[in-house]
């Protein structure tokens, strides 16, 4: 899939990086290498912001730290002002999701840090670091320490602290993710301000993100990418000039073309039989139910619209589409051209009480969900219905990568107690099919 959507803009010449057929892997003990990207390229010209656009999992960090020279790819190449890229770049800085301010520094101190490490005069690094503190709104707090900062002040300080450099790229890692509704908003916005009148340094940004409403209102370009392995399945140029309307009827429209790509290829993808080894989205039962509740309640009446059903819940890509996602691997609901829409299944699941609720639960888990009907089975068979959570785990690896094991198998006893299939005790690190005996004293 690759339908562009073309910008009446000339488009940018230059190209200041670019990114060639790059392949990342990671080796695990047993089975075949964990492939996180797979023949990824991208151009970045000068004057552009591009958006990496994707759910968890389809790998746009780990790009992101490729392109900054912070781990290396397993194939392909990074080219930097002509050259390929070896290590870390000289012209390119990067925003991280996380604040990682040193707490014990100044804001100043903090800025300076960067400039510090690369032997720059003092009365020179204090110039330039009280430039890009008022650059980027913060003057008036150069002596203030981290703690007495809010969430989004001291993501102005990681920006200044990138931008302080002078690079000729700014990397984005979802700068404002961490930060509530409005602050992100007005950071967002003071961030395009300075960009369209040409205050900041850098010549393009590449900027990842989960939110499609954000990447439609800052980028030139929208890279999407599917997960595991992450690979770009459509490049989505946005003909709209800054300033954006967000309630501009063609602005909505291009956020909910791009929630239907991404439905469609989420249900393209749990259309097939799931395997043990397939990655489980850490959702749960409460939101499931709560979503169900939603979509039969009048005002859906069993089907919503995604992109309005995000607004109206206060959810992010990276939160409704695991939730809709879990409701359709257990066969309460659909997803199709941008819609999520409850089958007969989870209309009945709506109607039906906590006990019925939990006796479907379970029938579903075992007959879609292989990872619960094994460990089901494996306790079934054992003369004390009882095995370790790292027998388990150690099966995941062969498949998953540890984090993404772990998160699976969290995710499956979650759901396996809310249908009680099985008991998980936490202290024992162990399943078993009996609840735990009381302690005598």
Same mark, same amino acid.
């Given at each position: 899939?690759?339908?562009?959507?073309?910008?009446?803009?000339?488009?940018?010449?230059?190209?200041?990086?670019?990114?060639?057929?790059?392949?990342?892997? !990671?080796?695990?003990?047993?089975?075949?290498?964990?492939?996180?990207?797979?023949?990824?390229?991208?151009?970045?010209?000068?004057? #552009?912001?591009?958006?990496? &656009?994707?759910?968890?999992?389809?790998?746009?960090?780990?790009?992101?730290?490729?392109?900054?020279? &912070?781990?290396?790819?397993? #194939?392909? $190449?990074?080219?930097?002002?002509?050259?390929?890229?070896?290590?870390?770049?000289?012209?390119?800085?990067?925003?991280?999701?996380?604040?990682? /301010?040193?707490?014990?520094?100044?804001?100043?101190?903090?800025?300076?840090?960067?400039?510090?490490?690369?032997?720059?005069?003092?009365?020179?690094?204090?110039?330039?670091?009280?430039?890009?503190?008022?650059?980027?709104? /913060?003057?008036?707090?150069?002596?203030?320490?981290?703690?007495?900062?809010?969430?989004?002040?001291?993501?102005?300080?990681?920006?200044?602290?990138?931008?302080?450099?002078?690079?000729?790229?700014?990397?984005?890692?979802?700068?404002?993710?961490? +930060?509530?509704?409005?602050?992100? *908003?007005?950071?967002?916005?003071?961030?395009?301000?300075?960009?369209?009148?040409?205050?900041?340094?850098?010549?393009?940004?590449?900027?990842?993100?989960?939110?499609? *409403?954000?990447?439609?209102?800052?980028?030139?370009?929208?890279?999407? !990418?599917?997960?595991?392995?992450?690979?770009?399945?459509?490049?989505?140029?946005?003909?709209?000039?800054?300033?954006?309307?967000?309630?501009?009827?063609? !602005?909505?429209?291009?956020?909910?073309?791009?929630?239907?790509?991404?439905?469609?290829?989420?249900?393209?993808?749990?259309?097939?039989?799931?395997?043990?080894?397939?990655?489980?989205?850490?959702?749960?039962?409460?939101?499931?139910?709560? /979503?169900?509740?939603?979509?039969?309640?009048?005002?859906?009446?069993?089907?919503?619209?995604?992109?309005?059903?995000?607004?109206? /819940?206060?959810?992010?890509?990276? *939160?409704?589409?695991?939730?809709?996602?879990? &409701?359709?691997?257990?066969?309460?609901?659909?997803?199709?051209?941008?819609?999520?829409?409850?089958?007969?299944?989870?209309?009945?699941?709506? +109607?039906?009480?906590?006990?019925?609720?939990?006796?479907? !639960?379970?029938?579903?888990?075992?007959?879609?969900?292989?990872?619960?009907?094994?460990?089901?089975?494996? &306790?079934?068979?054992?003369?004390?219905?009882?095995?370790?959570?790292?027998?388990?785990?150690? $099966?995941? *690896?062969?498949?998953?990568?540890?984090?993404?094991? $772990?998160?699976?198998?969290?995710?499956?006893?979650?759901?396996?107690?809310?249908?009680?299939?099985?008991?998980?005790?936490?202290?024992? #690190?162990?399943?078993?099919?009996?609840?735990?005996?009381?302690?005598?004293?």
């Amino acid at each position: 899939m690759n339908d562009d959507i073309k910008n009446p803009a000339a488009p940018p010449t230059e190209a200041v990086l670019e990114v060639r057929g790059v392949r990342r892997a !990671f080796k695990r003990p047993h089975g075949e290498p964990l492939v996180v990207l797979e023949s990824v390229n991208l151009n970045l010209h000068k004057g #552009e912001i591009i958006g990496l &656009l994707g759910r968890s999992g389809s790998g746009k960090s780990t790009l992101l730290r490729i392109v900054a020279g &912070l781990i290396r790819a397993s #194939e392909g $190449e990074v080219i930097y002002r002509g050259q390929p890229l070896h290590g870390a770049a000289e012209g390119i800085s990067m925003v991280f999701q996380s604040f990682a /301010l040193f707490p014990w520094l100044t804001v100043l101190q903090n800025v300076e840090a960067g400039l510090e490490a690369q032997g720059v005069p003092a009365d020179e690094m204090r110039e330039l670091a009280l430039r890009a503190i008022d650059l980027i709104g /913060l003057d008036g707090f150069a002596n203030a320490y981290p703690r007495e900062l809010s969430g989004g002040m001291r993501q102005r300080v990681g920006f200044a602290r990138a931008l302080v450099v002078n690079p000729s790229i700014l990397l984005m890692d979802e700068p404002f993710s961490a +930060l509530d509704v409005l602050t992100a *908003e007005t950071l967002r916005t003071d961030f395009l301000d300075l960009w369209i009148e040409n205050k900041l340094p850098i010549q393009a940004v590449l900027l990842v993100t989960h939110n499609i *409403e954000e990447a439609v209102f800052m980028c030139d370009r929208i890279l999407v !990418f599917s997960a595991n392995p992450g690979r770009v399945v459509a490049e989505i140029k946005v003909p709209f000039k800054h300033p954006r309307n967000r309630l501009d009827p063609r !602005f909505r429209q291009l956020v909910d073309d791009i929630y239907s790509r991404m439905t469609v290829r989420a249900a393209t993808g749990k259309a097939t039989v799931l395997s043990i080894g397939e990655r489980l989205p850490e959702v749960s039962t409460n939101l499931m139910a709560g /979503l169900i509740e939603t979509l039969a309640s009048e005002t859906y009446k069993g089907r919503a619209d995604m992109p309005a059903l995000a607004q109206a /819940l206060a959810l992010e890509v990276d *939160e409704l589409f695991p939730l809709a996602e879990s &409701l359709q691997m257990l066969g309460y609901a659909e997803l199709e051209s941008g819609d999520v829409h409850l089958t007969p299944l989870g209309q009945q699941f709506a +109607l039906a009480d906590t006990q019925v609720r939990k006796i479907g !639960f379970a029938k579903q888990m075992l007959t879609r969900i292989p990872l619960a009907a094994h460990i089901k089975n494996v &306790l079934d068979e054992r003369p004390g219905h009882r095995a370790p959570a790292v027998r388990f785990l150690s $099966e995941l *690896e062969d498949y998953l990568s540890d984090s993404a094991a $772990e998160q699976t198998l969290s995710a499956v006893t979650m759901w396996g107690r809310y249908a009680e299939l099985f008991i998980y005790d936490d202290a024992a #690190e162990a399943f078993s099919l009996d609840m735990p005996e009381a302690e005598t004293t």
